[in-house]
């Protein structure tokens, strides 16, 4: 049966067999094939029993309360009634009931755990002033590097071979615009390029091309002229010159010094020439992937084409933009057309195949530029037909060969948060990822390119570049050599330790803000973790100095924010696939920019294990009306307060979350002017968009009778009202209201603000916060859309917001005072940014939010309203990043 299996499953059909039998014998053979579906069965029912058991709690870790909350210190002493619910539901949700957790929980094995199991002896090299002028504590002084060709050429594909050229070559060679440099090895033909010129005439000749026609090839002037014109664009890195560029000084030599002879990993040589020799593009290919041919029986273009319209920038057109929460994606099930059902990429975490959450869903589409003011494209994949990238047991499993839907197919763009493995086989790096090129040398090769990828990713995240997945251009036919048992040994790596490496490299962070600085502390600490070996160390370090000592220039780091969370109150429950999607989305975009992401709201219990499996944060709120048991609809009345409260609560005593981040779903934020273009977030003071500061002591005359009076009230014990200046004395906030020129906003006179202050200021608990006269101070009104509250001040702030919470007062009635209470209590400090909104008929459109951000005269903190749902996904897109 198994024979038989194999027959069906794999287009080579009996030689398969014949050879596998005749290399290990029938006996072992059927013995590995056994072991391999035992091992096949084992992951998949510890996969789906862990899966199951996530979901199965999915719902309740989030959705956990608090009852019967107290805060001590002086005034304190009341116990809450209503179900106070973040705190149990943040410590719950930590990394434990997440649904696509990249590392399985099992209950026996020894399965790779994320432990420190050794520590680095050695020195860092990149020192931070070197990362940032390009120097670095080689050891030996640095010189230039001699060029082996004197013409720089933009586009290269790199290859490393000990094989004879193929056609596939061949095509490269063609291809226009584009040069190549082999690297041989010691194993490589000694008339290797004899061959490749036999193989391109037969080419040319098959096709009709004239020899003289170059077709845009690049023709490398630093070669001699009785080269053959068939070679123009070739550059064959002889074992000699390989040689002579290991003694260069410098770490520049150090580093093709310690690559090894006959490995795959040689090609890291072939990366330097490329960069050194002025590539802006790298393709990087191996021996098996042929690049299609057009109509006319030429290599089809692997970089899109630029027009005068896009001034020469290069653009991918209609790209899927993918939302989803987790941190894994599964780019296989997105490309249109796949012949095969629920196949997975060669490093893709096997615990994770039948998730569904990983394969995320389209949130629109558009054109993508390779670069912009905040994002560049890094690396572009080409999944490839016929035989395509994928691990032992998937070929077991799947049948081949398989191809993919070209014609109408999109490329597909990964999010920034999470995680697709990338191989070396057909892919192009653009200049923004030319550092991230580097393979380790001390895994197996079937192991290398996938922890490249995944290492580069961790720090692409923090520097604006982008990973897409491009449609077939690509294909693979399978190398006679390959052995299934010794590339299934040679992936146990990918097996066994791929969802843990991506949970290490999700929550990894570091001090250092340069590339160079993140990038050899990041191969150290996985050295430390057991993911490579020491000389991998050595390794990323002789290349950083090498990149710097030809004057490489990194790419800026952009950051994102790990000292502060940021929470989304949704006001109200989606009521539709589509809405829910939104809050999916909301997550996402601000995981572009801040590492802690939660929502909050009204969300029904299927709504939180949905948002749970896509490894977002919930916060439910959606029986608040037991408590308040009123009439009307919870909207973002109270609960937002309440949310935020026990969220600062929950990472009051973090060593990492310094402040929370509160914000609607329709408040859109500058975070540059947010944070003064800083880094990390200025955690310091209190930032909102408060018009009004109640006890600013450089108050002029003219400011309390017009603004003081308006804004601000006095409120004693027994509930009758004065003004800010003392000037005029009403019985209740309703008289004053219609005697006094507040503020006019109707709601001031509800009995969910003005009448719920009142019964503040007759409160006990309300003592420490009265003036010398026994009056509460309080605000009218604000817009309470954002704000940001330093941790520092989480237990003076949830005292205050408790006893608005038990008198059951508005948040914008609330806010202000509360500040304002915080600001006494604990010596807290404002800061003040300006908000951009709008009461005309343009309320929540883009043009709104056009006038505030073409306003040259002052620069907003916050835009609102402007919701997801409003004019779609793109278009807030667009609005947020034209914000920054």
Known sequence: NDLFFFEQMHYGKMRLINRTISQLGILSFLASVIVVNILIIKVLVDQDSSF????????????????????????????????????????????????????????????????????????????????????IDSGSETNNVVLSITNHCKRWAVITTILYPTEVIARVTDMPSWCLVIV????????????????????????????????????????????????????????????????????FG???????????????????????????????????????????????????????????????????????????????????????????????????VQNNYTQGQVAYQRDVPFETNSKKIGVIQFLADGNPDIDTIHRLLKPLPTTLEFTNAKSVLVPTHSYAPYNAQATIHTTHALWATLLPITVPKRVSDIWRSYFAQCIFADAGIQLIFSPSKIFQEQSIHSNYLEDFNAEQDLYNKSGALIDFLSKWDSEYTTIPERMEQLWIDLYEYGYIELEDVYSVQAWLGALIQIGYNFPAMKPRFRNVAIMGQFNYAPDSSSAINDVIFWAQKNLERFHKVIVAGPFSAEQVQLLNANSIEAISNHNDTEFYSDNITEAGYYTPLENLKNTLLFFKDSETIEGVLYAHDDAIMNITELTNGKYPFPSEKFISDRFFHMRKKTLSVKEKRTYANIFTYRIFPDGHVENFLKGRSFSSIIEMYHNQPLAQWSHTIDRYCGPGQTELAKDPDSAIYREEDGSILFSSFLQSDALFVPTKYAEEFARAAELHLKHRIWIECSMNTIMDMVERQANAKHRSVMLCTDWTSERGTYAAVEKCWKDDNITYGFIHPYKIGKEGRMRYDEVYEMLQ
């Open 184 to 251: 041989p090895d010691e194993k490589t033909p000694n008339d290797y390029m004899e061959k490749l010129e036999n193989l391109q005439r037969e080419r040319r000749h098959q096709q009709k091309y004239e020899d003289n026609d170059s077709r845009g090839r690049v023709i490398l002037t630093g070669k001699k002229k009785k080269d053959n014109a068939l070679q123009q664009n070739v550059y064959f890195f002889s074992l000699e010159k390989q040689r002579q560029w290991s003694q260069e000084k410098g770490p």
């Open 52 to 135: 199951e058991n996530k979901n199965s709690s999915a719902g309740k870790g989030i959705t956990s309360r608090i009852r019967n909350h107290k805060i001590g210190g002086p005034g304190a002493g009341f116990q809450l009634a209503y179900k106070s619910k973040i705190k149990d539901q943040l410590k719950i949700r930590q990394h434990k009931n997440d649904a696509t957790s990249a590392t399985p929980k099992v209950s026996e094995g020894s399965a790779f755990q994320n432990m420190k199991i050794r520590k680095f002896q050695g020195q860092k090299k990149v020192e931070s002033s070197g990362a940032k002028s390009n120097k």
């Open 254 to 352: 150090s580093f093709v010094a310690s690559i090894r002879w006959n490995y795959f990993c040689r090609k890291n040589i072939g990366y330097l020439f490329a960069i050194l020799h002025g590539a802006e593009f790298i393709f990087d290919f191996d021996d098996h992937n042929y690049v299609k041919l057009d109509d006319k029986g030429r290599p089809l273009n692997i970089l899109p084409f630029s027009n005068k319209k896009q001034n020469g920038k290069l653009k991918l057109k209609d790209v899927n933009i993918i939302m989803q929460g987790s941190n894994a994606f599964n780019p296989h099930p997105f490309m249109m057309g796949a012949s095969i059902d629920e196949s997975w990429a060669r490093g893709f975490p096997l615990e994770l």
